[in-house]
Nanobody, 114 residues
Framework: QVQLVESGGGLVQAGGSLRLSCAAS????????MGWYRQVLGKQRELVAL???????NYADSVKGRFTISRDNAKNMVYLQMNSLKPEDTGVYYC????????WGQGTQVTVSS
């Protein structure tokens, strides 16, 4: 089992920045992909960014050039640096670790005001 706890969300004006953190604990041996997803009320959860255990990254087109995902394997942490935030980035952001199954955190709210 893997437990994930997100932090770093909040309210920010458009153009501002936030850094989300995801702290993982438990058995990490099967984990090979770590990612951030977001969900807006009434819509499906969507991929924002992911990073493999080897360091390869992938981003949603809507965040390319603005968001950066990174990880610290020694600390079992994954981060999402979000710059030039837009109102459409508003949502609940979830951390997800994928191994034999998907593990999800409880989410952290990000609100970007115009």
């Amino acid at each position: 089992q893997v437990q994930l706890v997100e932090s770093g969300g909040g309210l920010v004006q458009a153009g501002g920045s936030l850094r989300l953190s995801c702290a993982a604990s438990g058995s990490m041996s099967s984990i090979n992909v770590m990612g951030w997803y977001r969900q807006v009320l009434g819509k499906q959860r969507e991929l924002v960014a992911l990073i493999t255990i080897g360091g390869s990254t992938n981003y949603a087109d809507s965040v390319k050039g603005r968001f950066t995902i990174s990880r610290d394997n020694a600390k079992n942490m994954v981060y999402l640096q979000m710059n030039s935030l837009k109102p459409e980035d508003t949502g609940v952001y979830y951390c997800c670790f994928t191994g034999w199954e998907d593990y999800w955190g409880q989410g952290t709210q990000v609100t970007v005001s115009s």
